[in-house]
T-cell receptor, first 117, second 112 residues
């Protein structure tokens, strides 16, 4: 079946540094990728939607200059947390789909645990 | 704006029990509803997807129902096992673009 690989699975960084998270579709072309954030004991919240070759669409309240999303190819999207702060510590999950419409399946990565010290 | 609520937030049952997880949503104009499982610190595993035109889906010991008009879905787990312990999330898609709105999840613990 379709697989989405997310890397790294966890990362610890110092406040003020930037961290890049990769999301790859391994056996399908992901026309659209989604980035979610999950704080402890809370549900997932959609951060942004990225379509290959175009700018990402950010949800209200998500700073696009802080969370840089690049979807340069049909198999790779990256999320860069710039100038990370402790409040950015969270679990980040990407998902990808290769189709549009109500029958299109979503495939999720295993997530990245970011801790900012 | 779509809001998704899951009740209960946490549930602890002995092994072998049949159980029901509830999901409600405020905007009934959905394209589909999905149930996911999330193990601690892990990503999501899709369990069942119900299209808006469907009323239920079954996979093994899992059965999900959908009542769009009342804005409700239930996930029925038969003969629960300790391996079923996880957080179960429901999510709705309002615009066929796979931009899901998630519920808060139900943390299930099945005790041996």
């Amino acid at each position: 079946g379709a697989v989405v690989s997310q890397h790294p699975s966890w990362v610890i960084c110092k406040s003020g540094t930037s961290v890049k998270i990769e999301c790859r579709s391994l056996d399908f072309q992901a026309t659209t990728m989604f980035w979610y954030r999950q704080f402890p004991k809370q549900s997932l919240m959609l951060m942004a939607t990225s379509n290959e070759g175009s700018k990402a669409t950010y949800e209200q309240g998500v700073e696009k200059d802080k969370f840089l999303i690049n979807h340069a190819s049909l198999t790779l999207s990256t999320l860069t947390v710039t100038s990370a702060h402790p409040e950015d510590s969270s679990f980040y999950i990407c998902s990808a789909t290769d189709q549009q419409g109500i029958y299109s399946p979503l495939h999720f990565g295993n997530g990245t645990r970011l801790t900012v010290t | 704006k779509q809001e998704v609520t899951q009740i209960p937030a946490a549930l602890s049952v002995p092994e072998g029990e049949n159980l029901v997880l509830n999901c409600s949503f405020t905007d009934s104009a959905i394209y589909n509803l999905q149930w996911f499982r999330q193990d601690p610190g892990k990503g999501l595993t899709s369990l069942l997807l119900i299209q808006s035109s469907q009323r239920e889906q079954t996979s093994g010991r899992l059965n999900a129902s959908l009542d769009k008009s009342s804005g409700r879905s239930t996930l029925y787990i038969a003969a629960s096992q300790p391996g079923d312990s996880a957080t179960y999330l429901c999510a709705v898609d309002n615009n066929a673009g796979n931009m899901l709105t998630f519920g808060g999840g139900t943390r299930l613990m099945v005790k041996p």
